[in-house]
């Protein structure tokens, strides 16, 4: 039985697992450099100046870079940071490369904040539909040089005229009923999704860490609370509890998502890492700390904790699996955060519009992204666990 | 016995905290070890040595607590001390060697970092000076290649060479008392007399003391000063290592040699104690021995035996009713 799972979810299967999800984390840092309204590179001669509010600039300019960190461009705080990594990891391996000589990571850090604060400082024009305006100018007649993404719309600029349309070469996977391009607004739904399940995640894995810490090495009374605390929680079903919180919530962000799922995803990291510490206190390691006359909170921190923490990794990449279908859920019962472009928020136009296309597209990723999340998350179970290992090969 | 003994022990006792009361683990153990001496403990599993060695450093957890005695260590009196001063005497007055050297590392630091940790709280020292006393304790113990050894992790290393580096730790702040619970159990044979060579030139070359806790009469033959024999929580045996091979007093040590294989004796059957160890909680009144004794008395079952000195080897101490009525029977 075993043999077979082992001939079946082998290794290539995680490995591809790991790769699905290390394209995912590409797609959400590379998401503006694949669609963009904004050009890279535009210059549009003075002959075509106009001087009206929204006109594109004369000269040379590059919109792109300059709207990577514009509110304008960019509402949100999550793309924004993922603009931020857009920028300095390419930066930090060119610093790395440039001076591997001489103390490479200071230069990598130095090149990465000049070119980040560039673009921070740099001003950006208040343009909005590039593509139109180009189109207007060289039907006029005029020499308009302009370099854009692959795909050219923004994932937030509505277009009145082209609402509701089924998927066609301008749009591949079609447009909403705001008519923005739907498939542009998933490759953006891709950083609120890892965002999403990374940030709750961290902060219910933070949560349940140190309280299940503390009540593994205090015992006793703190214990005893502690464990009480993680009933009471953990009698609720979790994502009614997150329902109720997040319908509290007045003006809600994608923020509060991350903060309520945080809340609410303690307690089993919490029994984990309370029983991983008895049993590793208990060790004659932690023991032999001790009798090395190390203070505790030094046995307990250094020594003990870091042994606890492999099957907290294996329970945050599946929370993270979970993170994401929950936001997803959230979102299409109308309880998410209608300012982003979350995968769920797209599936829930799509069942108002009964637009197929809207409801299959997302719903695949979801479904891929959850999937591939739990088989790494298996994966990682299965090689951390030396037991298992010994159950396959000895079967 | 002029010059005071480096550790004194007298009447320790712990208890194993229940609801029912409290149950002896170790119980009424007096001894002592001189500066640059190895005395052995011997016994079963279960007969409370290792309890004993945790006890000495005061690293008993509730359920278990030390119930009463005393611990001197060159005249402070251990189990008064505050848990801060404590702290100061572990690991550098007494450093303990443990059993497994698979767990008694920690498998996610480096071993050169649980050394150097030691210095740097006993010793006030600096990382790099740390680093680089390290590197001469893995030289002083034998580790090949010191240098590349300390930035590799305990499954990195085979058992013999683990063991070594528990070695380094526990001398790392040149301790005058070594407490070694079975040190060499978990190793093979050759590893295993590798290493008691090497117990036996640290403690020469450092003149510290040993306490060598084993149930390997084997090891004892090899590295002890004294033996002194536990059965269920209280010594019942005491004496030189020499003596005690040669004329076992207790009729528990007598069984337990009967219960060894000897060149001497030849191919037969190994005689086996009948009877089981019993657990804590089912300790029998009187001498713990009587029920699995061939030569129990009437008293043995209501009476302790104290520790008294033997009449036919002045050296051993023993706790027996028998060996005291043969004692006083004997022509003078």
């Not at chain 1, 000589?101 to 604060?117: E, N, T």
């Not at chain 2, 309890?51 to 060159?74: K, N, T």
Request: positive net charge; charged residues 20%.
């Amino acid at each position: 039985m075993s043999d077979l799972r082992r001939r079946v979810v082998g290794d290539r299967v995680v490995a591809a697992a790991a790769s699905v999800v290390l394209l995912l984390v590409a797609l959400a840092i590379l998401a503006p450099a694949i669609a963009s309204e904004r050009p890279f590179l535009l210059h549009v001669p003075e002959a075509a100046g106009s001087t009206g509010f929204g006109a594109l600039p004369t000269g040379w300019s590059t919109p792109w870079g300059t709207g990577l960190f514009d509110v304008r461009a960019f509402p949100s705080i999550v793309d924004r940071a993922f603009n931020g990594l857009l920028v300095l990891l390419p930066a930090a391996v060119l610093g790395f490369a440039l001076a591997r000589r001489r103390r490479p990571s200071v230069a990598a850090v130095w090149v990465a904040s000049a070119v980040g604060l560039g673009l921070f400082a740099a001003h950006s024009e208040p343009v909005r539909r590039y593509e139109a305006k180009v189109e207007q100018l060289r039907a006029k007649g005029h020499e308009v040089t302009a370099v854009f993404a692959p795909i050219r719309y923004s994932m937030d600029a509505p277009d009145v005229l082209a609402t509701q349309q089924p998927p066609s070469a301008a749009h591949l996977l079609g447009t909403d009923t705001a008519g923005r391009d739907v498939l542009t607004r998933l490759l953006f739904g891709v950083r609120i999704s890892l965002s999403i399940g990374l940030v709750a995640v961290s902060l219910y894995v933070s949560i349940g860490v140190l309280l299940g810490a503390l009540a593994g090495a205090l015992r006793g009374r703190v214990d005893r609370w502690i464990v009480r605390a993680i009933e009471v929680v953990s009698c609720f079903p979790t994502f009614l509890l997150v329902m109720v919180l997040i319908a509290l919530v007045r003006e809600r962000s994608i923020f509060h998502v991350m903060v309520v799922l945080g809340v609410t995803g303690w307690p089993a990291v919490a029994r984990l890492v309370r029983a991983e510490f008895l049993s590793q206190a208990s060790r004659d390691y932690a023991l032999a700390a001790r009798a090395l006359g190390l203070p505790s909170a030094r046995v307990i921190f250094r020594h003990v904790l870091p042994n606890c923490l492999a099957p907290v990794l294996v329970v945050a990449t599946f929370g993270i699996a979970g993170a994401i279908l929950v936001e997803s859920g959230l979102a299409f019962l109308g309880l998410g955060d209608p300012g982003v472009a979350s995968w769920g928020q797209v599936l829930r136009e799509g069942r108002a519009t009964r637009q197929l296309h809207l409801i299959l597209a997302p719903g695949l990723l979801i479904f891929v992204t959850v999937t591939m999340m739990n088989l790494l998350a298996e994966g990682l179970r299965d090689a951390l666990d030396p037991k298992l290992h010994r159950e396959v090969r000895g079967t | 016995m002029s010059d005071p003994p480096l550790l004194d022990v007298r009447a320790l006792a712990t208890v194993l905290r229940t609801e029912d009361g409290p149950v002896p683990v170790v119980d009424g153990v007096s001894l002592s070890i001189r500066r640059g001496e190895t005395l052995a403990v011997v016994g079963e599993s279960g007969c409370g040595k290792s309890m004993l060695a945790l006890s000495l450093l005061r690293l008993v957890d509730p359920p278990l607590a030390i119930a009463g005695g005393e611990v001197r260590l060159d005249g402070d009196d251990l189990l008064a001390l505050p848990e801060a001063r404590m702290r100061s005497v572990r690991g550098r007055r007494i450093a303990m060697v443990f059993q497994e050297p698979m767990t008694a590392l920690n498998p996610v630091l480096t071993v050169g970092e649980q050394v150097d940790e030691v210095i740097v709280r006993h010793e006030k020292a600096s990382r790099r000076e740390a680093r680089r006393r390290t590197v001469a304790l893995f030289e002083e113990v034998g580790i090949p290649d010191p240098a590349r050894r300390v930035d590799e992790y305990p499954h990195q290393l085979s058992g013999g060479l683990r063991q070594r580096v528990v070695l380094a730790i526990a001398l790392a702040c040149g301790p005058s008392l070594l407490i070694a619970d079975e040190p060499t159990t978990a190793l093979d044979v050759t590893i295993q007399a590798q290493v008691l060579d090497l117990l036996r030139r640290l403690q020469a070359e450092r003149e510290m003391a040993v306490l060598l806790i084993t149930h390997d009469l084997g090891v004892v033959a090899e590295v002890a000063h004294r033996v002194a024999v536990m059965y269920a929580g209280r010594i019942v045996e005491e004496a030189p290592v020499r003596t005690l091979f040669e004329a076992p007093a207790h009729p528990y040590t007598r069984a337990l040699f009967r219960s060894m294989p000897s060149v001497e004796r030849g191919r037969g059957r190994l005689e086996a104690i009948r009877g089981t160890v019993p657990a804590p909680a089912d300790w029998p009144p009187g001498c713990r021995f009587h029920p699995r004794c061939g030569e129990a008395r009437p008293e043995c079952a209501t009476d302790v035996p104290p520790l008294r000195p033997w009449a036919e080897r002045a050296e051993t101490r023993v706790a027996c009713f028998a060996r005291d009525a043969a004692d006083a029977e004997a022509p003078r």
